[in-house]
């Protein structure tokens, strides 16, 4: 019997910005690639092994009730380089949220840190062994 999947993968997250064209400037620059769609009030880019999608929305476009203060669930993007990512985003004018944190044991196995990008937004990055492996899995 073939197993039904409640949550298939990640397929978009999404950020509000009140500067909705800086944002985008800043996240093509971060990420070295531009939008692969545009709207008037939503940006969007395709990124990393499996194309997931990140999309920059106009904050007039939140739900009623939005806060732009950090707050809820954090997204983690694996990252092959933790460390350099890091710094590359406090140099673009990312605030540190949460320090780098081995969560692993020391093993280094699962590696955490995250920033509030300067739009508010709290964009986590990761090194992942598991991520690593099924990518590999995938490649066989």
Excluded: C
């Amino acid at each position: 019997m073939e197993r039904k999947h409640v949550l298939r993968g990640l397929a978009t997250v999404n950020f509000y910005a009140t500067d909705h064209a800086g944002a985008k400037k800043w996240y093509s620059e971060f990420l070295g690639i531009e939008p692969y769609f545009n709207v008037p009030g939503y940006t969007e880019f395709r990124i990393g092994d499996y194309q997931h999608e990140l999309g920059i929305i106009d904050s007039s476009y939140a739900p009623e009730g939005y806060s732009t203060k950090p707050s809820g669930a954090i997204a983690y993007w694996h990252v092959d380089d933790l460390k350099g990512t890091l710094d590359k985003l406090i140099l673009m004018g990312a605030t540190e949220y949460q320090p780098i944190t081995d969560h692993s044991q020391g093993k280094g196995t699962f590696v955490t840190a995250s920033v509030i990008d300067p739009f508010g937004n709290i964009l986590g990055i990761m090194t992942n062994v598991h991520y690593l492996e099924i990518l590999n899995q995938k490649k066989a």
